[in-house]
């Protein structure tokens, strides 16, 4: 299993990280290099790569779309974590679809071949249920993605779960709701549109608000990425909903 260096006690990993100088591809690297793992983060800009370096990982500049980089990434490691992935409401569709469905794709196909310990898959879980006004979902709530941007996500998750049953890729999906924390986008989206007088609520505002802290998202990639399991999709939150 591509030099076999992790055990259930939890010794250390070599593990790729895809979109690892985003906002929470940076706190998974900074979690797995202080858990002693061996960490390669891919990262499209030069300027991802020295902060990689003080977090402790090693840097693979190139795109989740050439499946030459891809190869190359993916040889002799023993996990991977898939960050690439666009979020919900991407400016530029045809750029966003890209990212998700051909980076997917070539980084599945380069890892056909191996014999990997785990594969973490970071998905998302805003518009992809089916629900009722008010009514609560958990993982076993209908899938019934209803914006162009998260039937691209869905379609990116079937494809990863296809591998599983297919040719036993070991792979985990984890859908988050809104990820807050330090440089992440709720400051921006939330609290400066409410500072200036232009958020809105609608109807009288009694609803909940799911969302889960960087750190925390973080630490359940690196849970499922070390316990490995296998064919299965998590919601991932906080312990109470705002």
């Known amino acids: 299993m591509n030099g076999a260096r992790f055990s259930v006690r939890g010794h250390s990993m070599r593990i790729l990280v895809t979109g690892a100088g985003g906002f929470i591809g940076s706190e998974l690297v900074r979690q ?8 390669l983060g891919l990262v499209r800009t030069p300027a991802k790569v020295e902060e990689l370096r003080t977090l402790g990982a090693i840097s693979i500049l190139g795109d989740v779309r050439d499946p030459e980089v891809m190869r190359q990434a993916v040889a002799k490691v023993d996990a991977i974590a898939h960050l690439a992935l666009p979020r919900a409401g991407e400016g530029n569709p045809r750029v966003a679809r890209e990212v998700s469905m051909r980076g997917t794709e070539a980084l599945l196909e380069a890892c056909r071949d191996g014999s990997l310990h785990s594969f973490v898959l970071a998905s998302g879980a805003l518009g992809i249920y089916r629900h009722g006004p008010g009514e609560w979902i958990d993982e076993s709530a209908p899938e019934e993605p209803s914006t162009p941007s ?14 599983h049953r297919e040719w036993g890729l070991r792979a985990t999906i984890l859908r988050p709701p809104i990820v807050y924390g330090l440089g992440g986008a709720f400051k921006p989206f939330f609290l400066d549109f409410m500072r200036r007088g232009l958020y809105r609520v609608v109807g009288d505002g009694s ?6 802290h960087v750190e925390d998202c973080a630490a359940a990639y690196r849970s499922a990425l070390e316990r490995a399991p296998a064919g299965e999709t998590f919601l991932i939150v906080d312990d109470e909903p705002v």
């Open 32 to 39: 797995l290099c202080g858990a002693g793992h061996e960490v």
């Open 150 to 163: 998260t039937r691209d996500r869905h379609r990116a998750d079937e494809i990863v779960r296809a591998a």
């Open 207 to 212: 609803y909940f608000l799911n969302v889960v």
